[in-house]
Every structure is written in structure tokens, then in C-alpha cells.
């Protein structure tokens, strides 16, 4: 069946970093990818979304290109801040449009 | 401007309580859903509805019953809670059933003892 796989967190980097949280996919057919972002005490938000190969989605200075040839949808950021520290979901869209998640990866930015 | 509200926030129940976790939404969203988060497992889907009397099982819908009697409602009720319970529960909604945009409400953080 459809999955999505995340890297392990917590990633910890510090302030103006680059950033890359790793997401790899298996899906039948042509899945819509999104990353979903969870601040601390909320719920989750969309951040960026991709719908057919090749798009890149961005928002806040977050990128993520979907690559069909890889099964991949990188989050990555050229320059982080503490304000980005957050839970970070990747997800896919399965059958019956229903999104499958990934496990989520916690990043920490220290100052 | 509410969005997706969820109450409450946090609740405690023992071993064979029932109740009923809430969730209204002010945007006429037709579909609507609830997950819940576990640590390292993600978002698993519980039910979801497609519109106002529809409802349908997601991945983990055992112990759980919704019902939609309104477009803007659609509240999971737990029938005999379970340790194996404990969670954190989300609702969410979308303006189309193809999900491109899920709108989350807070949460629900649910121990059952």
C-alpha cells in the first residue's frame, strides 16, 4: 500500500542553517505531496503542496520539489530561525483522496 | 474568525467511560475528519464524512462512532475507552473531498486510565 517515510528526528541545528528533512513516498499513480507543520500546543498547518511531478511548492522560505524518479519530496530552507522549531509532516494523497502520513520529524533550532 | 474548534483540550477517563469529543467548523466545509497522533506513528485516520449524514471508516475506527447531522458538526465518541486510547486527537476539514487543504482544530489530549 501507499506510505510515506520520514527521517528520524530531532534534527538540531542552529540558527541560520540550511535545512533538509528527507521524505520518500510509495504510492500507486499520481499522489498530491504536501508538508504539513505542527507548532507547539496546536494543531497542524499546510505549509507547501505539490501536485504532479516536477512542480516545486514553496512557502516561508521552504522549498520541496516532487520528484517522480526518486519518490522523493525534500523540505528544505536556505536559512532557518528559532521561530521554525516545529514538528514536520509529509504526506501523500492515498484512495479515496485520504492523505497517509508520515511519522513526523521534530526539528529544534537553538540560537 | 474560529476555523476548525475542538473541545475540550485535555480529558481524563477511566477504563469504560464514554465520551464525546467535539468539533465544529464556520467555513461550510463539506468533508471533515478526525486522526489521531501517536508518537512515531504520525496521523492515523479514525472516520471521516463527505458531507452532512455520510460518514465512513478510516484506518483505526475500532471503539469510535461519529455521526454528521450538520454540515458543521461532527463529534467522536468513544463507546467503552481503553488505555490503548490515550492519544492525541485531531479534527480536521476541507472545502473539497480531494483534501488539497485540511484545516486542523487544536487538539484533544485524551488519557484513559
Known amino acids: 500500500g501507499d506510505s510515506v517515510t520520514q527521517m528520524e528526528g530531532p534534527v538540531t541545528l542552529s540558527e541560520e542553517a540550511f535545512l533538509t528533512i528527507n521524505c520518500t513516498y510509495t504510492?500507486?499513480?499520481?499522489?498530491?505531496l504536501f508538508w504539513y507543520v505542527q507548532y507547539p500546543g496546536e494543531g497542524l498547518q499546510l505549509l507547501l503542496k505539490a501536485t504532479k511531478a516536477d512542480d516545486k511548492g514553496s512557502n516561508k522560505g521552504f522549498e520541496a520539489t516532487y520528484r517522480k524518479e526518486t519518490t522523493s519530496f525534500h523540505l528544505e530552507k536556505g536559512s532557518v530561525q528559532v521561530s521554525d522549531s516545529a514538528v514536520y509532516f509529509c504526506a501523500l494523497t492515498g484512495g479515496n483522496y485520504q492523505l497517509i502520513w508520515g511519522a513526523g520529524t521534530k526539528l529544534i533550532i537553538k540560537p | 474568525n474560529a476555523g476548525v474548534t475542538q473541545t475540550p483540550k485535555f480529558q481524563v477517563l477511566k477504563t469504560g467511560q464514554s465520551m464525546t469529543l467535539q468539533c465544529a467548523q464556520d467555513m461550510n466545509h463539506e468533508y471533515m475528519s478526525w486522526y489521531r497522533q501517536d508518537p512515531g506513528m504520525g496521523l492515523r485516520l479514525i472516520h471521516y464524512?463527505?458531507?452532512?449524514?455520510?460518514?465512513d471508516q478510516g484506518e483505526v475506527p475500532n471503539g469510535y462512532n461519529v455521526s454528521r447531522s450538520t454540515t458543521e458538526d461532527f463529534p467522536l465518541r468513544l463507546l467503552s475507552a481503553a488505555p490503548s486510547q490515550t492519544s492525541v486527537y485531531f479534527c480536521?476539514?476541507?472545502?473539497?473531498?480531494?483534501?488539497?487543504?485540511?484545516?486542523f482544530g487544536s487538539g484533544t489530549q485524551l488519557s484513559v486510565l
Open positions: 480536521a476539514s476541507s472545502p473539497q473531498v480531494t483534501n488539497e487543504k485540511l484545516f
Open positions: 464524512s463527505v458531507g452532512a449524514g455520510i460518514t
Open positions: 504510492a500507486t499513480g499520481y499522489p498530491s
